[in-house]
């Protein structure tokens, strides 16, 4: 039994999960303190791979980092392809779970009260410990669901994958292509095995996160107890 | 140490237009909700930009639209107490208190905040969060959080509204045990006419942005510069006036002529009285009308705890319901008259009555 896939499929979704983060929430940062008619148009791009059918994005992605594309060019004068190597599947994962973490984080960010941001300037704090002790902290629970949804999504990516990275056992093959091609091939059993381990992951993942956060909160296990 | 401003910023209502020398002493500033108060404070304290002027703190200059000088609210050490005292709810007291202390070594930071908890009497509350603290509690580590950074000047935005009534002379007991050791520019910011005179030694009066008065306390309630700061400072009797050749005064509204002992260098507009100066006669000594001695008839009475406030009526009759006067007494005096007859004599005593140019 070859377990690539669930490596592949694991490291991808970490990566593309971490990349997400830190670019969905500097992203959410940046917008938070800027507005503007043209900033409404960005919104809308950012969001756009949630609505789009994923093979739709993985054409555009194959356009943009294809041979032929600006981003491909680009990579050529390095000798670096990316389509149908790992990497892309990493780009697929991200520029799809990108807009969860996008939108969640930036709910999160916009509940925090200002007047707690405004107390820390007037105390000294630089943006960046205004943004480390005090947004984030604060807007953590719902930077940590956006997180979760994120991985959960970058983990069930296929379309754009496909389309990308197309299916290189031991290189592109995620759990999902697997589960496609043993079908495919009439491989029952196979896919079944597939499936059944891609749930496993999945409930540990997300019973595991939801009982973490429910345990998260200022000085309630204190309050419970008096 | 001495706080200068003098700024100009166009609201969507109003523009607010100030400008005031704040020394050592603690000052109020009153004015009704919406006044322009909050944001006069978020402009010192580098929150708001306003659209022209400049703020002066000892010799930094804070804000000077001419030279383009903006320092950010992170530079200014102003410690600010925000009206709901932003607490960072994921933080306990001494965390909050130790907020400002960051560039500090730890043992000079656990020092710093040691002493100040111990000043505002939260020792026993140092690992609590704020969601776990009373409203006068959160009040001092609030407090505490905003003179843990040395600060040159304190701004506090109504501290004691959000407070159940119980809680307020005790907080109000803290507030001042503070300011008698802080020394340096401390500005509060109230609707509250009582709270801005025990808390204050000098007043700003703020009216749509404006300065309705700005003085000492004691001058501004004796004698208010114009009928509005008369309003302000909880002043409900008013009349137009006019001045009579002999120096008497015709009070216009009230049909009556009075002596009045404030010089004013400006014809009055109006005269005016506080309700608790009015003073009721209960024997009438002698026949000769006495100076500033008038019969009125009561119109309608309304009950305080402590006190009655009487709708009075200069004239036997009149419209159903209008009032010249209204008057508080205490109950116990009210008691020993009530059952006279009407009129009664009320003498609003020359001492009492001011007069106001607008």
């Known amino acids: 039994m070859d377990w690539s896939p669930v490596w592949i499929s694991l490291a991808t979704s970490v990566t593309a999960t971490a990349i997400t983060l830190v670019v969905g929430l500097a992203a959410a940062v940046w917008r938070e303190r800027h507005s503007g008619p043209a900033l409404a148009l960005l919104d809308g791009i950012l969001l756009l791979p949630l609505v789009l059918p994923p093979t739709v994005v993985g054409f555009f992605l194959l356009l943009l980092f294809g041979r032929h594309g600006p981003l491909g060019k680009l990579l050529l004068r390095f000798d670096a392809t990316v389509v149908f190597s790992w990497p892309a599947t990493v780009i697929a994962a991200t520029v799809v779970s990108f807009p969860l973490m996008y939108i969640t984080a930036r709910a999160a960010l916009e509940q925090v009260e200002p007047g707690l941001l405004q107390a820390a300037r007037t105390l000294g704090a630089s943006e960046w410990r205004v943004f480390r002790e005090i947004a984030l902290p604060l807007a953590w629970p719902g930077v940590l669901a956006g997180t979760i949804l994120s991985f959960a999504r970058a983990l069930g990516e296929f379309g754009a994958t496909l389309m990308i990275a197309g299916n290189i056992p031991g290189r592109t093959e995620t759990i999902p292509i697997a589960i496609y091609f043993a079908v495919e091939a009439d491989d029952i059993q196979r896919a079944l095995y597939w499936c059944a381990v891609d749930v496993v992951i999945s409930l540990a993942l997300l019973s595991g996160l939801y009982y973490w956060t429910r345990t998260q909160g200022f000085g309630r296990a204190r309050r419970l107890a008096r | ?358």
């Open chain 2, 1 to 358: 140490m001495v706080l200068d401003v003098q700024i100009e910023k166009k609201l969507p209502d109003f523009e607010l237009n100030v400008a005031f020398t704040a020394s050592e002493a603690p000052f109020s500033i009153l004015g009704p909700s919406g006044a322009g108060k909050t944001m006069l404070l978020r402009c010192i304290s580098g929150l708001e930009r306003p659209d022209q002027g400049r703020i002066a703190l000892k010799d930094r200059v804070l804000f000077d639209s001419e030279q383009n000088i903006r320092i950010p609210a992170r530079r200014r050490r102003i410690g600010m107490v925000f009206q709901n005292y932003a607490l960072f709810p994921h933080r306990t007291v001494e965390e909050n208190v130790a907020f400002g202390l960051h560039q500090l070594s730890s043992e000079e930071r656990a020092a710093r905040v040691k002493a100040l908890i111990e000043r505002t009497h939260l020792k026993e509350l140092a690992n609590r969060y704020p969601r776990e603290l009373s409203g006068g509690e959160q009040q001092r580590t609030a407090l505490a959080r905003a003179l843990a950074i040395d600060p040159e000047a304190l701004l506090l935005d109504e501290p004691l509204s959000a407070l159940d009534t119980h809680l307020r002379s005790q907080v109000e007991a803290h507030l001042q045990e503070v300011f008698s050791t802080y020394q340096r520019p401390t500005l509060l910011v109230t609707h509250n006419i009582e709270e801005a005179y025990r808390l204050g030694e000098r007043l700003l009066v703020l009216s749509r942005g404006r300065m309705a008065a700005y003085g000492s306390k004691e001058g501004i309630f004796r004698h208010p510069p114009s009928r509005e700061v008369g309003q302000l400072t909880g002043c409900k009797n008013f009349s137009r006036a006019r001045m009579n050749a002999d120096g008497t005064v015709e009070a216009l509204d009230w049909g009556c002529r009075l002596r009045v002992d404030q010089a004013i260098s400006k014809p009055p507009a109006y005269v005016g009285i506080r309700a608790h100066h009015i003073d009721f006669l209960e024997a009438r000594t002698g026949d000769d009308a006495p100076e500033n001695v008038f019969p009125c008839w009561l119109v309608r009475a309304s009950e305080t705890p402590f006190r009655e406030t009487l709708y009075l009526r200069l004239r036997p009759h009149g419209e159903e319901g209008a009032y010249d006067l209204q008057a508080e007494v205490f109950k116990e005096k009210w008691e020993r008259f009530r059952d006279v007859p009407c009129p009664w004599h009320v003498r609003l005593s020359p001492e009492s009555l001011f007069l106001m140019p607008e």
